[in-house]
């Protein structure tokens, strides 16, 4: 069974810089944000359930999921977000589970944008969370970050961090946080700490059986 690293953050905090780190040093990656996208594309597999409960307008002429238009409604209406989650949630899981399964490097890294939302207590399939690590930064820093990047207006961007879990709150549940509101080399350095301890963590786990 492998040994499971989930790795999170705030919106724009640099979750895929620091998985991609992690990446470079042979550590097997399952991104679940990069999961969605697969299943929300043409001919995913969740395209089909969700035309069936939103309707074409919300899949575009390429066959995949219209984000705009579905990003908009969810943040109007709790519920059809609640109805895109069941859609989406259980197929993402299954599919984050059998990467993790197929996986053979020491540990693995799971990232998950709302895993502290969501719950850390859950794994992927029979794998349970031994760390969990937050990549955090200041958010106007997240804000400018996502603007930049995403050209998504500072009220938009904003109103998606407030749905999001406080920084506070993933400080509570983290067993480690990599601070990324300065430079890359300071991410880097960040990255290889928390890989050779997760290194060791994994080593022992394996001597001991468990």
């Not at 492998?2 to 040093?25: C, D, H, Q, Y």
């Not at 983290?174 to 300065?182: E, R």
Request: aromatic share 4%; glycine share 8%; hydrophobic share 40%.
């Amino acid at each position: 069974m492998s040994f499971l690293v989930g790795l999170t953050g705030g919106i724009g905090s640099g979750k895929s810089a620091a998985a991609e780190m992690f990446a470079r040093r042979g550590v097997a990656i399952v991104d679940a944000d990069a999961v969605a996208h697969e299943l929300t594309a043409p001919e995913g597999a969740a395209i089909e359930p969700i035309r069936d409960a939103f309707g074409s307008d919300y899949i575009t002429a390429e066959g995949a999921l219209d984000r705009v238009r579905m990003r908009a409604l969810v943040f109007r209406h709790p519920r059809s977000k609640r109805k895109l989650e069941r859609i989406l949630h259980p197929r993402i899981r299954a599919e984050c589970a059998r990467r993790v399964a197929a996986a053979t490097s020491p540990y693995v890294i799971v990232v998950v944008p709302l895993l502290i939302e969501g719950g850390v207590e859950r794994g992927m399939g029979e794998a349970r969370y031994r760390r969990i690590v937050v990549v955090d930064c200041p958010e106007d820093l997240q804000v400018e970050r996502v603007m930049r990047r995403s050209r998504i207006p500072e009220e938009e961007v904003r109103r998606i961090i407030a749905t999001q879990a406080t920084r506070e709150t993933r400080f509570n549940a983290a067993d480690d946080v990599i601070d990324n509101s300065g430079t890359l080399a300071d991410l880097e350095a960040q990255v290889e700490r928390c890989h050779r301890a997760y290194l060791l963590l994994s080593q022992d786990r394996a001597r001991d059986g468990g």
